[in-house]
């Protein structure tokens, strides 16, 4: 696959994005031994039910950047299921899968990593974070329909753990190194 190339130019345009999703509130979020989760009861039940765009972190570290169209609890409790090994054989989730390799090739408990960390959620409706890409000076063409906008915001803003992204030349494991 071809790796986009990034104009001088588009430095400004990232710096957007960058601030639009660094603004974005962060919550904590819970999650049990069955991979429950709890929600904050102070994320707008719009970001719940309506397309979004979710971030997942641990800390400062981002693990993982979503898509969602119907249930953003779904998703995160689908990563969650995953990670924890207690997925059904017809449900996969890449990233999730990824992230639990890496913890057993670190011998790390993997029911209390879950259940004993906070991990933090911020969620951005699709339509807010498309007319931000929109403004990037990157041909249609080089972006293709090949990648949604989660895959094409994980390789941005460098999420650990998302198989599916594209190689976008010019960007580094974070933004902040432009600025």
Known sequence: MKPLHLLNSDRNYLRKLEDFVYCTPKYDIKVNEQAHVVLPEVLPKDQIKNPAVY???LGNTLLYVGLTYRSLYTRIYRYFKELLGISHRQETHPAAKKHRQW?????????????????????????????????????????????????????????????????????????????
């Open 55 to 57: 971030l997942l972190y």
């Open 103 to 179: 913890l057993i090739s670190q011998c790390i408990d993997i029911e209390e990593y879950v259940t004993r960390n906070i991990f933090s959620l911020k969620v951005v409706h699709v339509d807010e974070l498309e007319t931000v890409l929109n403004d990037l000076d990157i041909s249609q063409k080089d972006l293709s329909s090949k990648y949604s906008v989660d895959e094409y915001i994980a390789s941005l803003m460098g999420a650990k753990y998302n198989t599916r992204k594209p190689q976008i030349v010019g960007v580094g494991p974070t933004l902040e190194r432009f600025f």
